[in-house]
């Protein structure tokens, strides 16, 4: 039974769970305060009903100067109502803007939770796969952006690989070299398939290592394909 594996798309399917309930709490939690908010605020025609409610009062406010506060009053209000609109308007443009702006951090912050852990199972593994493909035509692997040539006898031992992988099976020696050979598994030798399994890791080892570390510069030499900053001889 083959090891359990931890995939990118759990990890992908983990980190899109955190984004949508992060964004419902933002949202929730800049809705709560914009309820609270506008009904904390006064209303907008509070200071013309005072100014009515004195006109109704003091109907013994006769004289010209008495009038002609009232309307100042009245004008004042009218001012007053226009303002706090124009505050409602303000309070109404923030909220969403700081409700785009904390969605659009939670989600850089989970994609960088995400790619760091990527990055962690990248440096466990050495390589993550996303990609192979065994083209029996070509000889050729193409494990990601990467062609690897192999062997006719190396072609048939990764395929067969390949296929007891999608199969979820595991073979032994003797299983492989009786695939391949077409005979009994019963007159097949264990050491046979450890054999070709051998060949195929170095086959494919060691253009995986020319390919990623050490490489060949045309007409002039060779190098490690690594920043000299981690280099450590010890």
Do not use: H, W
Request: glycine residues 6%; hydrophobic residues 50%.
């Amino acid at each position: 039974m083959p090891d359990p594996t931890s995939s990118v798309t759990d990890a992908r399917r983990s980190g899109t769970r955190i984004v949508a309930a992060g964004i419902v709490a933002i949202v929730a939690l800049l809705a709560i305060a914009g309820v609270v908010l506008v009904l904390t605020l006064p209303d907008a025609n509070a200071f013309n009903m005072r100014v009515e409610q004195i006109f109704v009062e003091n109907d013994n406010l006769t004289s010209q100067a008495e009038v002609k506060l009232l309307e100042i009053l009245a004008q004042s209000g009218t001012a007053f109502s226009d303002t706090l609109a124009g505050y409602r308007t303000t309070i109404f443009v923030l909220l969403v803007f700081a409700t785009a702006m904390l969605i659009a951090a939670l989600v850089f912050l989970v994609m960088l939770v995400v790619l760091n852990r990527r990055m962690a199972q990248i440096e466990r593994s050495g390589i993550q796969v996303n990609s192979l493909i065994v083209s029996r035509e070509e000889n050729t692997v193409y494990l990601n952006t990467m062609g690897f040539k192999l062997t006719d006898a190396m072609m048939e031992t990764i395929s067969i690989l390949a296929e007891a992988r999608l199969d979820d099976e595991l073979l032994s020696g003797a299983q492989i070299e009786a695939i391949i050979s077409g005979r009994s598994e019963a007159d097949c030798d264990e050491a046979a398939g450890a054999t070709r399994i051998k060949r195929l890791r170095d086959g494919l080892g060691n253009q995986l290592v020319s390919e990623l570390l050490i490489k060949n510069i045309a007409r002039r030499g060779y190098m490690l394909a690594i920043d000299k900053g981690v280099i450590e001889v010890v």
